[in-house]
């Protein structure tokens, strides 16, 4: 499930023919291990059709954008091709992570780092939460196309609202209220904790997507 296929391995190890989608590392007296590789040469899709891009963006906005763009894109990729009840496949009990989970989990996060606190809209209902349950993201993401259809529509709404707020005048120095409104914090920090998010939950969605279907 990595992104990149596996190295070259030296030394006292080589490498054998690739054959039903597994490399085989083998040493004197006999192979030692087997691990796939997955999508395209090892890349989740080929070059050509991957809509990341990784161009040189000039000034410190521009490169936080294109990153954050970068993440969300590779979470919604990893969700790609897959049934209610394989996007809502936990990992571990007592763990209640899901790919769903992390969709409903990112729209929340989005709405209230853009809406509540960089738009200033305290006072807007928190996505995906209730007094009841504070993890209601991840509790309610379960295996039904309506649950996922409202995940990823409210996803991509929160996404398109985000953007829309940063092609404006945006100052990475003024200072605004957290989501909870108890103190102060630059955009900057939102918009580097914005890529943090995505960067933490990609590893997540990652490992999930690996333990569904070994992509």
């Not at 991840?138 to 996803?155: L, M, P, R, T, Y």
């Not at 920090?189 to 997540?204: F, K, N, V």
Request: hydrophobic share 40%.
């Amino acid at each position: 499930a990595t992104l990149r296929s596996l190295p070259p391995v030296r030394g006292w190890w080589t490498t054998a023919t690739i054959r039903f989608g597994r490399r085989r590392f083998v040493r004197k007296g006999g192979p030692v291990a087997d691990r796939p590789v997955v999508g395209f040469d090892g890349m989740w899709a080929k070059p050509e059709d991957d809509p990341r891009v990784s161009g040189n963006p000039v000034g410190e906005l521009a490169t936080i954008r294109e990153y954050l763009s970068n993440y969300r894109l590779t979470l919604g990729m990893k969700c790609e091709d897959l049934s209610p009840e394989q996007l809502a496949t936990r990992s571990v009990p007592p763990s209640n992570l899901s790919l769903l989970g992390l969709i409903r989990h990112m729209a929340r996060v989005e709405h209230s780092w853009f809406q509540r606190s960089l738009q200033g809209d305290h006072d807007a209902p928190r996505l995906f939460w209730s007094p009841d349950d504070h993890d209601l993201d991840f509790n309610g993401a379960v295996a039904d196309q309506a649950v996922v259809d409202e995940a990823f529509a409210s996803w991509k709404a929160q996404i398109a609202a985000a953007d829309e707020w940063l092609d404006g005048q945006v100052d990475l120095d003024a200072m605004v209220l957290t989501p909870r409104g108890d103190r102060e914090i630059s955009v900057r920090d939102i918009l580097i904790h914005m890529i943090e998010e995505y960067a933490r939950h990609c590893g997540h969605a990652d490992l999930l997507r690996e333990c569904i279907d070994g992509r």
